[in-house]
């Protein structure tokens, strides 16, 4: 990251990613009465009085406990504190001082970073003078904010932005691609991230469900900046009961509907399922690239099952998925999981690609003139002509005297003659029929 990063820290349920969603000004992080909501970091650009940072929302971090969630939390926790530059301390002013506020007063005193003491949960600003009590943390001046309403805000950030670093001012990225890692839970979302990053960016747990937020995480790869966001996995909307479990359903279909190319993960020892032809139909609707990735291919009992079956019979099951590309692959091992950013790239190419008209209408009257529409009501339906009006996904218009007569039998067919043409691997392709004005 070029830009300055903030860590917003603290004890669980004090509001620390109410604050988050108050600085960057939009519903990112999961809030939630329950403690313990955020489990992983979850970064975002956020600016201020023309000043332009990286805030990071960490989990609550709970000392000495021995549940290994609460553990992997801490050190997540501490991850973010090493990589920034500027801490926020969050504390609750409505419980007051608190033990473990001390405790990680003092993990964040050592860092040696400059500290801002943030005493959240002050409703009742100006007249409610309870902040001055976390003067005993020895970290300065306690600034009383409302995270929820927006209290005192303002000034907690112009203290934010009088500590951070020179850096520039975030700018446009043409070389970036977004890449939502999507799959049911459970299926190594998380542990693929981390493998391809060579590090724990995201808590990885036996347990189901372990990432409720979407955490981005950027490399650069060839050329171009590659942000992986890791979702929280997608059950049937049926099976979706808990408040908390339905916000992380509701934030990764959005992240789905933002992405470039989605990484659909599936497990290699259970095979594809309904839900999991759901999702890629839904990023595949949104006009998302998508490459599907067989994970815990090494766990896989071949025994005569190759991964050629296993693509045939997926393929046969759902017709789309004949233009998607497939990777088996195991993020515990890392067996070939570095050619899925290849895969990414690739999909992104075929998504941003643009034929010329010449090329578009040399393939369209080939088809027309091997198989011409047919008659509607005895008037011949004739296609004059077409060409590709944008990319992100390949957007085909073509001009036909009855357009809304042309059958979904024949647009199949122009579908299927583009791609025996073009091939737009990893990509979905739209073609529109218009009117033309000529008779």
Not at 112 to 123: C, E, F, R, Y
Not at 162 to 175: G, I, M, N, V, Y
Not at 193 to 201: A, I
Request: net charge neutral; hydrophobic share 40%; with cysteine.
């Amino acid at each position: 990251m070029t830009l300055p990063v903030v860590a917003v820290v603290g004890r669980p349920n004090v509001g620390k990613s109410t604050l988050f969603n108050r600085v960057i000004g939009r519903r990112l992080a999961i809030v939630d009465d329950q403690p313990g909501v955020t489990r992983d970091r979850n970064f975002s650009p956020a600016d201020w009085a023309g000043r332009h940072f990286y805030i990071v929302d960490t989990g609550g971090v709970i000392e000495d406990s021995d549940r290994p969630m609460d553990r992997l939390v801490r050190e997540q926790a501490e991850v973010a504190i090493r990589e920034a530059d500027v801490l926020v301390l969050v504390t609750d002013g409505k419980e007051g001082l608190h033990p473990l506020d001390q405790k990680v007063a003092e993990m964040l005193r050592s860092s040696g970073k400059p500290v801002v003491l943030a005493v959240n949960k002050m409703d009742n600003l100006p007249r409610d003078p309870a902040h001055h009590e976390f003067w005993e943390l020895g970290l300065g001046e306690p600034h009383a904010v409302s995270a929820g309403s927006g209290k005192g805000s303002g000034d907690l950030l112009d203290r934010i932005v009088e500590l951070l670093p020179a850096a520039d001012a975030l700018p446009d990225d043409p070389t970036q691609i977004r890449v939502a890692v999507v799959g049911k839970p459970n299926v190594g979302k998380s542990s693929l991230v981390n493998r391809l990053f060579g590090e724990e960016r995201v808590v990885v747990s036996d347990e189901a469900g372990t990432t409720r937020d979407p955490v981005d995480s950027t490399m650069a790869y060839h050329g171009r900046n590659l942000v992986f966001v890791d979702t929280a996995g997608l059950r049937r909307q049926a099976k979706v009961k808990e408040d908390l479990e339905y916000y992380s359903y509701v934030r990764t279909e959005r992240v789905v509907r933002d992405a470039d190319v989605c990484l659909m993960l599936i497990d290699g020892t259970q095979g594809i399922s309904h839900q999991d032809l759901r999702i890629m139909e839904q990023a595949w609707e949104a006009g998302a690239g998508v490459v599907l990735v067989v994970n815990k291919w090494d766990l896989v009992e071949k025994d005569g099952f190759t991964a050629d079956l296993m693509v045939k019979a997926m393929r046969e099951r759902t017709p789309f998925l004949q233009w998607v590309p497939v990777l088996f692959a195991s993020a515990l091992t890392g067996q070939r999981v570095r050619k899925a950013l290849d895969m990414v790239l690739e999909a992104e190419a075929q998504r941003q690609r643009r034929i010329d008209t010449s090329d578009v209408n040399d393939v369209l009257q080939r088809l027309v003139g091997r198989q011409p529409p047919p008659h509607s009501r005895g008037r011949p339906v004739k296609i004059r002509y077409g060409t590709q009006v944008r990319v992100a996904p390949p957007t085909f218009v073509l001009f036909s005297n009855l357009p809304r007569e042309v059958p979904a039998h024949y647009l199949r067919y122009i579908h299927n003659g583009f791609r025996d043409a073009w091939e737009f691997t990893g990509t979905p392709i739209r073609i529109f029929f218009r009117e033309s004005n000529t008779s």
